[in-house]
């Protein structure tokens, strides 16, 4: 396969994005996930050749897996993503000159995105929306976890381009091997910008490598403190929720901070995770309370290695801390920078912790199931940035454009 001729064609295709009106662009949208719902039997079938090559224990096994409601709530997001306001040419600002220049900034598309995902497809659907979206043509690069899967859904989105009579070349899958990602890596001149999506290997290995420029979405280390003042039963409905609703997602929980004077609430809190067969892995104090309430099978002392970790299965990890200072510094040394939250009735102790968390999205009193484009009214996502170039966060529509400035004179000269 030549690399170079799908990066020229994508780069050529992706001229002819911004002459699409905004009508075409939703009408485009709406019938891909007409087409996903109508496709969906194709798809499963595709999807069960990806999954008998992976044990079902393995975390990544469920992101890989597609099902009818899977499938659906796709269809779902990218209607979303087809009725929100188009993202381009927003005046930023707009202003004359004393010598009567009139400057505009404008937002444009970045041009061609790169993405490189692991065994999630239904990244394929969900970059490609946002990417037309928001004017952008864009080449992907799945893993061979995945290649069957997404081998079928971009069959599905091509059929829906060749139907309106587009450029199918504005949106390309790489072949799932690490030639071309190495391409991919080196596509300067062709990709404006690079996203990883999927482990912290995969990651640290596209940014060290990398001479496209990268936005980084970071795993997901992910802290709930619970302090001296938190109301249990609120605690036990929200660590179950950003635990166990889809334990190999960047959100899920993964360590829960407990006030030292709360310990006795552990067995209250930790009731749900051992019906949901959750494996604790406790400090000291926490486990000394434990023991006597949570199955032995599932209840581990803990080592300095489960702090710091991102599980992504039934596991997390409990740390106890003297006082929200001590939370704070346990987040700091150990946060992937992704979401923290904070269960508390105390208005100081929300305040300092939203102040003092250094994370893309920071909550209290809910779940951080919440970081998700979709639920933030973003449509969908095409990445959790956990950068603060560019963007930070769930990153939308308004995260794939740039600005360009238009400048109008009436004959103005520069003297000096």
Request: hydrophobic share 45%.
């Amino acid at each position: 396969m030549d690399l170079k001729l799908i990066f020229e064609n994508t780069q050529i295709a992706s001229r002819a994005l911004g002459l699409l009106s905004a009508e075409k662009i939703q009408q485009v949208l709406q019938d891909l996930a007409d087409a996903a719902v109508a496709q969906t039997a194709f798809l499963v079938q595709e999807n069960a050749k990806d999954l008998a090559q992976m044990h079902p224990e393995d975390p990544k096994y469920d992101r890989l897996k597609l099902t009818d409601a899977r499938i659906q709530a796709i269809a779902d997001d990218i209607r979303n993503v087809a009725r929100l306001p188009s993202p381009l040419g927003k005046v930023l600002l707009q202003k004359e000159l004393p010598n009567k220049l009139e400057l505009t900034k404008v937002t444009v598309p970045l041009g061609v995105i790169g993405v490189i995902y692991e065994a999630r497809p239904n990244v394929t659907f969900d970059v490609f929306a946002l990417c037309l979206k928001a004017g952008n043509a864009c080449i992907l690069k799945g893993g061979s976890d995945a290649a069957a899967s997404n081998q079928a859904i971009m069959a599905v989105i091509h059929q829906v381009l060749i139907q309106h009579q587009l450029n199918t070349n504005m949106v390309a899958l790489l072949p799932p091997d690490r030639s071309a990602t190495e391409a991919l890596l080196q596509a300067i001149g062709y990709v404006d910008v690079l996203i990883p999506r999927g482990s912290q290997a995969l990651i640290d290995f596209v940014r060290q490598n990398a001479k496209v420029p990268v936005i980084e979405t970071g795993a997901g280390i992910v802290h709930t403190y619970f302090d001296e003042t938190a109301d249990v039963e609120k605690g036990k409905v929200i660590i179950h929720n950003a635990k166990t609703r889809r334990v190999s997602v960047c959100n899920a929980l993964d360590c829960l901070l407990i006030h030292q004077d709360r310990l006795a609430d552990l067995p209250a809190l930790t009731a749900p995770l051992a019906e949901a067969q959750v494996q604790l892995f406790a400090d000291g104090p926490a486990l000394a309370v434990l023991k006597a309430s949570y199955p032995a099978a599932l209840l581990k002392a803990a080592t300095a290695e489960h702090f710091g970790t991102e599980f992504l299965s039934l596991k997390m990890a409990i740390k106890t801390v003297d006082n929200l200072e001590a939370a704070l510094e346990h987040i700091a040394n150990h946060s992937s920078k992704h979401s923290e939250a904070i269960i508390s009735e105390d208005a100081s102790n929300i305040e300092k912790f939203l102040n003092g968390v250094d994370a893309a999205a920071v909550y209290a009193n809910a779940s951080t199931a919440f970081t998700d484009g979709a639920q933030f009214g973003l449509g969908a996502e095409i990445g959790i940035s956990t950068q603060k170039l560019h963007a930070r966060g769930p990153m939308g529509l308004e995260e794939l454009t740039s600005y360009k400035w238009v400048v109008k004179g009436t004959g103005q000269v520069r003297s000096v």
